[in-house]
């Protein structure tokens, strides 16, 4: 069964919650889950894992990288990842003009990285409704499905 390494910022706990929901379901899927703050993760963690997922925030006027976020970003394109799966995620605000904009900028470096995206990423406004946990369940197994298909 696959390792799942979910590595995330929340300053406010909505990104957290994504989190948990992802965790769930990929653990119904049978994935081993690890959820791991972003101050606490390096990268190259991610070398131990099958699915690599990130989850966050974004912050600032323009859509600026949680503080939190920085030196993991900057790291992230430069470990392979070829033959990972990944997945972003993360929470915003339509308020904003650059809504969820952190969230784009993680899937950019982890293409650098080499690995390949298993399922468009999910954008939640502000806390998680239903719908929202709906996508990010089917996030989840679809990852899973996609994990699946190159390991076979
Ligand atoms: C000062 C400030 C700037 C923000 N800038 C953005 C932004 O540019 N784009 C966006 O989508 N959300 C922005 N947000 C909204 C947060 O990303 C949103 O509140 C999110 O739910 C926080 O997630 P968390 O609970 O995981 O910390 C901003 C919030 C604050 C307080």
């Keep these: ?20 929901i992802i965790k769930e379901a990929l ?13 606490y993760a390096d990268p190259e963690d ?17 859509g600026q990288l949680p503080d939190e976020m920085v030196d993991f970003y900057e790291e992230l394109a430069d470990v ?11 929470s915003g605000d339509t308020f904003y003009e650059e809504y969820c904009k952190s969230v784009d900028d993680f899937t950019e470096q ?3 990285a080499g690995a390949v995206e298993g399922a468009e990423s999910v ?12 996508a990010l369940t089917d996030f989840a197994k679809k990852l899973f499905v ?3 298909e190159i390991s076979e």
């Design 1 to 20: 069964m696959p390792k799942a390494l979910i590595v995330y910022a929340s300053l406010t706990g909505n990104t957290r919650e994504c989190a948990e």
């Design 27 to 39: 653990e119904e899927s049978g994935a081993e889950v690890e959820l791991m703050e972003s101050v």
């Design 46 to 62: 991610f070398l131990q894992a099958d699915i690599c997922l990130v989850g966050t925030y974004t912050y600032g006027i323009d």
């Design 80 to 90: 392979d990842l070829f033959g990972k799966v990944f997945g972003t995620f993360g």
């Design 110 to 112: 982890f293409l650098k």
């Design 123 to 134: 954008k939640v406004d502000l806390d998680p409704e239903k719908e929202d946990v709906q």
């Design 146 to 148: 996609k994990w699946k």
